[in-house]
């Protein structure tokens, strides 16, 4: 589990420019499900990069602007660490990610601010 400590919300909460990226997403500590885990992040990454290409950029663009989160689906370190929820947070030149123990509902939020 990851500690969110105030200064992360803080971070989080202050002003960016460009497009912001949330991908929330309730996982498994164990069991047959934990297997899914990873191929649902990477579906989520999919669907943020298609959002991000149909409202603020071209999708080659959208590609590598989500590249800093494509490698933790295959990442096993990320994986052992695991706990009942996921939260990812991106935006330009930023990434957070946090293991949380209570199961969020799975979603993808895009928005862009200016």
Known sequence: MDVVEMSDIRELMEPREGPCVSICLTTHVSGPDELQDALRLRNLIDRADDQLARGWMRAPVARDWMEPVRSLPLDHDFWEKRNRGLA???????????????????????????
Request: proline share 4%; glycine share 4%.
């Open 88 to 114: 990812i947070y991106i935006a330009d030149g930023f990434r957070k990610t946090f293991r949380v123990p209570d199961r969020k509902s799975t979603r993808l939020n895009s928005s862009h601010a200016n």
